[in-house]
């Protein structure tokens, strides 16, 4: 099983003539997802790659059935890209883009909600359910399938924990990165969740990093929430006060957010937690 995303998902991808799009829609229909076609504005009635090109998504829904939209377009443009999937009710959305003021993105989240779209991202690598689905820029190769379900703020740290996961025989059943921006479109509590109540979802690595207080807050809800056993890894131990490490809502600031208070709230919640990505693998094997 999986969460939000299965082998049946019918996917297209906003800003498809984009050098960015382009190229992962080319890897993402490697990588076994049905893609079913693209929206830029302007380029309907083209294509990339035999997939069919549309000026807008309400085009390209007369004619398709969509279930999922990623889109590849400049910070300039995003809010407006996701504000049209969201206006055609796509039931997630996931947004790449890095970047995108956060003002706008404050909007795009509560409107989002308010129309009960699932928003991933944005400043994120996307998710994957290994052998089955993956919209992202996420490697495929390092996923196998399996029972851990992986939420992360870092793109590069999971794909590290993934491979690490793998390589000790421990597959996943969907794989998330939730976006490093301060403002993101669904947070680690909604995300666990999900999982909750996944039957083949038998465990969670939960990857945090400096800034906001989104794990203290995923800790709190596990501890009374979450049944399963769940690990975790908190990234920038070593990060100075007011200095931006990697992603935009990754700072430390006014003495709030720090490495030190996020490994103290895991652990308060019992939840244990990995001095390296390394341990994640041997952490959650003793657990499964």
Do not use: W
Not at 142 to 168: D, K, M, Q
């Amino acid at each position: 099983m999986s969460i939000l995303i299965n082998d049946s998902s019918q996917v297209i991808v906003q800003g498809i003539t984009g050098r960015d799009g382009a190229f992962h829609a080319r890897a993402m229909l490697k990588d076994g997802t049905k893609i079913i076609g693209g929206v830029t504005p302007g380029k309907g009635g083209t294509s990339v790659d035999q997939l069919p090109v549309f000026n807008t998504v309400a085009d390209l829904q007369r004619e398709h059935r969509v279930d999922a939209s990623i889109i590849f377009v400049p910070a300039p443009f995003a809010a407006g890209a996701m504000r049209e999937a969201i206006d055609s009710n796509i039931p997630l959305i996931v947004c790449i883009t890095e970047g995108i003021p956060t003002l706008e993105m404050a909007e795009i989240y509560h409107y989002a909600r308010r129309q009960g779209v699932r928003l991933i991202g944005p400043n994120c690598p996307g998710l994957i359910t290994p052998g089955q689905c993956k919209i992202g820029i996420m490697p495929a190769r390092i996923h196998t399938p399996g029972p851990v379900g992986v939420l992360s703020r870092s793109g590069t740290l999971t794909y590290e924990v993934v491979y690490s996961l793998t390589r000790a025989g421990i597959g996943q059943s969907t794989c998330i990165g939730i976006g490093g921006d301060p403002i993101v479109g669904s947070n680690f509590i909604d995300l666990l969740e999900l999982f909750e109540t996944d039957p083949e979802t038998k465990a969670v690595v939960l990857i945090g990093e400096i800034g906001g207080d989104d794990e203290e807050r995923a800790a709190e809800y596990i501890s009374r929430s979450i049944s399963m056993p769940v690990v975790s890894f908190i990234s920038g131990r070593t990060a100075p006060e007011g200095k931006r490490m990697g992603h935009a809502g990754a700072i430390i600031s006014g003495g709030q957010g720090t490495a030190q208070a996020k490994v103290e709230a895991m652990s308060a919640a019992s939840i244990p937690v990995a001095d390296t990505p390394e341990e994640i693998a041997g952490l959650i094997a003793n657990r499964l």
